[in-house]
């Protein structure tokens, strides 16, 4: 059910254009539809809003929308950035305790490693 307090065409009630959940214009998109389209906002200002009420927050969400007109294309990974992102994903996979490559990411609940964890050693 859409809400009428989220109907805000010209702005005045919170700041900018704000719409009901699956109400937007054509023409604009959120950071993910720009994503998937290979697209970024580029700098360019939030030009409107989606407001709905959440019942897992129990609240109101906000999605903000950028115009695609103005979204420019997704920058490229260089070699460098795909190294640097190979060697976080690596760090995330060591564990702190036994120094080994897990095979995994290592749970950050545990803070290490799944044998490492059952050790009884360690449990102490």
């Given at each position: 059910m859409s809400h009428p307090r989220f109907w805000d065409l010209d702005g005045t009630r919170y700041g900018i254009p704000t719409y009901p959940y699956h109400l937007a214009p054509d023409g604009l998109?959120?950071?993910?539809?720009?994503?998937?389209?290979?697209?970024?906002?580029?700098?360019?200002?939030?030009?409107?809003?989606?407001?709905?009420?959440?019942r897992r927050t129990r609240g109101v969400r906000a999605a903000y929308l950028y115009c695609i007109s103005l979204a420019l294309p997704v920058r490229p990974m260089t070699p460098a950035k795909w190294a640097a992102l190979e060697r976080a994903?690596?760090?995330?996979?060591?564990?702190?305790?036994?120094?080994?490559?897990?095979?995994y990411t290592v749970p950050t609940s545990l803070g290490t490693c799944l044998t490492c964890a059952k050790s009884p050693v360690l449990a102490a």
């Open positions: 998109a959120t950071r993910r539809q720009l994503r998937a389209r290979g697209l970024r906002p580029g700098g360019q200002p939030v030009a409107a809003q989606i407001l709905w009420r959440s994903l690596a760090a995330r996979r060591r564990c702190p305790c036994c120094r080994r490559d897990a095979g």
